[in-house]
């Protein structure tokens, strides 16, 4: 034997070793787990097509949450979806879900999709989805069907292409509560706030990490019921617009890049008790304080703020802590004392003079 035929057998070895390789890495055993005393089944490497549904036999009338990890599957609908349904629970993770298609008979509670190649969404009329989680897919927007979600009451997505998010969509479901968007391209919000008919029950809104610049308050009026909304990690420049959310307790704005922040056209909004300013690059204190009478603690640390005029807290009597620190104030104004309820008051690290921080009993 020559030593180029033993170089071809070899080179023929080493290629059949590799295809073997590629097959086995394709060819998975489909793997169903569930411990005992544990209210969640993994089932993985589910091939539907060449699977079928015999190994859900094994479910039983299991409830709880089923995680499906590489489910090798394009299309999640009601055929699939029905079978799982004893779980009232399931999370994809990992898989090839290109589709998901709720059918109207569908029971299940809670859906999680997490790191899918999901860009098409159909929602049918559907009485029993309570909770809808997407993270990690090309979803590109959010489908006009979600309306026919009639008793869904939270909805996250995360890290997606959707770029524009309409907050009319939003507005038929008069049982959802909690609605989050982080992380995704987020460019711009649109909507027209509706008359008196709509009846949101929405309390908390968050849309943070997004490429946002601007946002007009105003598209928030339609969610009376609103009592947290977090726009932290954006890139905000400017808002406009006022707030009219009545029961809104908790207002986040930080680390985005505000100049300036005017509340004077804002209505008086009596349930604030937090206002989250850190991060910006505010470069005085906001105009009309005024309209938060009850906030009892204000964060402006880490701006551009050159001048502390106190008269901007004097209507505020319930304020307990103001966060200053690591601003650029060389001046203070003493127009007015500061509320009788202050008891901190930091201005850490201020025009590099000493570290300073009061503790602030009556007046100043």
Known sequence: MTISMIIIIIIIIIFLLRIIAFISARVRAVQLICPRHADVCHLQDWNVASD?????????????????NQLLTPILDGPILRRLAPFGNITV???DVETLHLTTDCTLQSI????????????????????????????????????????????????????????????????????????????????????????????KIL??????????????????????LDLTSNRIK??????????????SLVSNALR??????????????????????????????????????????????????????????QLRELHLSFNQIATISFGSPLPERLRRLELFHNCHQPVAQLYVGVGF
């Open 93 to 95: 993770y990992r898989s």
């Open 52 to 68: 079928g549904y015999a190994i859900l036999d094994q479910l039983n009338d299991t409830t709880g949450l089923l995680s499906l």
């Open 260 to 317: 300036k922040l005017d509340l004077c056209p804002w209505d008086v909004l009596g349930s604030v008790a937090w206002l989250e300013l850190s991060f910006n690059r505010l470069q005085q204190i906001p105009a009309c304080l005024q309209k938060l009478p009850n906030v009892t603690e204000l964060l402006f640390d880490h701006n551009r703020i050159t001048h502390l005029p106190l008269e901007s807290f004097a209507d505020l009597a």
């Open 238 to 251: 400017s808002l406009s617009g006022s707030l009219r959310a009545h029961q809104l307790k908790h207002i």
């Open 112 to 203: 999680s999709l997490h790191r899918t190649e999901l860009s098409s969404i159909i929602f049918e009329a559907n009485a029993h989805l309570h909770a809808l989680d997407i993270a990690f897919a090309p979803l590109a927007a959010v489908p006009s069907t979600l309306a026919k979600l009639e008793n869904l009451k939270q909805l996250v997505i995360s890290v997606t292409q959707i770029a524009e998010l309409d907050l009319t969509v939003f507005y038929p479901l008069k049982e959802l509560l909690h609605l989050e968007f982080t992380q995704n391209q987020l460019a711009s919000l649109v909507g027209a706030p509706p008359g008196e008919h709509v009846a949101s029950k929405v309390s």
């Open 207 to 228: 849309i943070r990490l997004n490429p946002l610049t601007t946002v007009d308050l105003n598209l928030f009026a339609p969610f009376g019921e609103l009592e947290f």
